[in-house]
């Protein structure tokens, strides 16, 4: 990256869910107070925490005038998230989840020079995986600057190379402009109810785009272990599909956005096939397999057109994946 003093330029706010994680806090924030750019806004979203999580919040907001702490009662991570973006100031917004940590001490001034510098909407990196054994794996992805015409191009774009994992889905992997959150009513959905409430805010936020930079850099810290915000609360049932596609369509709407039925057909058959890829690398039997996918057949079928959209999907890219996906629901006749 160009290295270019902008610590001034622009402000960036942090935004840190904290919900039980008392063990790993202190080393979180560190991580985030010793970063090199000065224009930093830290807040942290205590979500009705039951350990001392609350607490070493305002120990760390008294040591800093940069953090702020809103304490709230719990109602999961999506809502800390909105609300912590609620009050935020910051020309750009990133995500830390109170478990991990930044590797590194110029993290910041480095994704603020690439998007004053390129003019970005959102930079994207890797990051590493620490095991609980002190073990290290780094997701990186290629350099590479995107640019959209419109939304056709977006479509594209999602279907070839964030769905396909060429980019990293986690809110913790980018940086965002906060005036398009705002201008767009951007916020993350009940986790409850949508399948991964980071790639859906990714995917709505992606649709208003016009350029996105893939910095191939690792660095933030992502602690796997057991309760984890990221490794838990991922919903796979065939209502999350059909309500992450209606979130993205509802929004889309509200904001005077019309995708036709192309898009729409690449933006929904690439989960399906995505569904599919990961069902056939796991140890289902193939009744359970056959009754997963069925049920997300018939679920998309009263959203929207599935038989449209497979069709599409066909004409697009080849009569292979369309075959793929329809094998798959050969006994939904109605569908097709």
């Not at 989840?97 to 994207?124: G, H, I, P």
């Amino acid at each position: 990256m160009e290295q270019e003093n902008v610590r001034d330029a622009a402000k960036v706010s942090i935004i840190v869910p904290v919900y039980n994680v008392e063990e790993y806090l202190d080393r979180c924030l560190e991580s985030i107070c010793r970063q090199t750019y000065a224009n930093l806004e830290v807040i942290l979203v205590d979500d009705g925490s039951k350990d001392r999580g609350g607490a070493i919040c305002d120990v760390w907001a008294a040591r800093d005038n940069r953090i702020r702490v809103l304490h709230k009662e719990n109602e999961g991570v999506s809502s800390a998230r909105n609300t912590g973006m609620e009050i935020a100031q910051g020309d750009f917004v990133m995500f830390c989840d109170s478990d991990d940590y930044l590797c590194e001490n110029t993290m910041v001034s480095e994704l603020a020079n690439v998007m004053l510098q390129r003019k970005c909407d959102l930079v994207t990196y890797g990051c590493k995986k620490i095991g609980t054994d002190g073990t290290e794996e780094k997701t990186t992805f290629v350099p590479c600057e995107y640019q959209f015409e419109n939304t056709h191009e977006v479509t594209d774009f999602i279907a070839h190379v964030f769905i396909e994992f060429r980019m990293a889905w986690e809110t913790w992997t980018k940086m965002y402009r906060r005036d398009m959150i705002k201008k767009y009513h951007l916020q993350f959905e009940d986790t409850r109810k949508v399948l991964a409430e980071d790639i859906c805010f990714d995917l709505n936020y992606l649709f208003y785009c016009r350029s996105v930079y893939e910095t191939g850099t690792t660095p933030y810290c992502y602690v796997r272990r057991e309760g984890s915000i990221t490794l838990s609360g991922v919903k796979t049932s065939p209502d999350s599909y059909v309500n992450l596609i209606n979130s993205i369509l509802g929004n889309l709407k509200d904001n005077q956005v019309r995708l036709d039925a192309k898009d729409m057909a690449i933006l929904f058959v690439t989960w399906l096939n995505r569904e599919i890829g990961l069902l056939t690398r796991v140890n289902y039997r193939e009744k359970q397999k056959q009754t997963h996918l069925d049920g997300i057949a018939q679920d998309a079928y009263r959203a929207i057109r599935l038989k449209d959209c497979i069709q599409c999907w066909g004409i697009k890219h080849g009569m292979v994946k369309y075959h793929r996906v329809k094998k798959y629901f050969s006994c939904v006749e109605n569908v097709f």
